[in-house]
């Protein structure tokens, strides 16, 4: 299976961010003037859109996966719980609703993913949720397998790098050093929605910037293990 092919790279500088410092003014009695509630760790995007516009990161085009995880439930094929974490998966923007999964689930950890290419020996096949534990149900749900009957363990696909693990990361001042980072972070669009063609993107057919992309929550920063 031939998922994806190639990463897109660009190359510019980031330069500093230059901050001004605040200054405290006083009455003639001295007395000071209630100072307006510091925003210096609030995040503006548009003081650092041009930071991302002109980061060095490379791109991954990817969908985002995840799977549930509760390090109490022991691994066991024939349990539908354990089925649920261990075997099979969900885009990562599926409504949970749409999983007819009992809500405890819910409560478990998220591991976030993106699929690599798969050997022709290896399937990657879906199938409709159906209604349970009063959820609507109708997600698509995942999974990989050898043949009709034997499916292959997330923990499988994972030793094969089949997946690879990811963390979103969330911008703010602290980190802005990650988009000058391309050794461990990267960019990551959804090619079913964000098409890249002579050198720019779009969105919806029309063309946009990667500040707005992550503005929209089309562009996101990642982590990858």
Not at 36 to 65: C, G, H, Q, V
Not at 178 to 195: A, G, M, S
Request: hydrophobic fraction near 35%; proline fraction near 4%; glycine fraction near 4%.
């Amino acid at each position: 299976m031939n998922l994806f092919k190639k990463l897109f790279n660009k190359e510019q500088k980031v330069e500093s961010i230059k901050e001004s410092e605040e200054q405290i003014h006083f009455t003639e009695d001295q007395t000071a003037v209630e100072e307006p509630k510091a925003e210096e760790n609030k995040f503006e995007p548009n003081k650092i859109d041009w930071l991302i516009n002109d980061s060095i990161l490379t791109f991954m085009p990817r969908e985002l996966y995840m799977h549930y995880s509760d390090a109490a439930t022991a691994k066991d094929l024939q349990n539908p719980s354990w089925q649920n974490q261990g075997i099979y998966f969900w885009k990562e923007n599926e409504a949970f609703e749409n999983k007819s999964l009992p809500e405890f689930f819910e409560t478990m950890d998220q591991k976030l993913f993106v699929i690599n290419e798969a050997p022709d020996y290896i399937d990657l096949v879906s199938g409709k949720a159906m209604p349970w534990f009063g959820m609507p149900g109708g997600g698509e749900k995942f999974f990989f397998r050898y043949d009709e009957s034997t499916p292959v363990t997330l923990e499988e696909v994972h030793k094969l790098n089949i997946i690879k693990y990811v963390k979103v990361i969330e911008l703010n001042y602290d980190n802005l050093s990650v988009l000058n980072d391309r050794d461990n972070y990267c960019f990551l669009i959804d090619p079913k929605e964000v098409k890249y063609e002579d050198q720019l993107f779009y969105l919806n057919g029309e063309k946009i910037s990667l500040a707005e992309l992550y503005q929209k929550k089309k562009l996101l920063v990642l982590s990858v293990e």
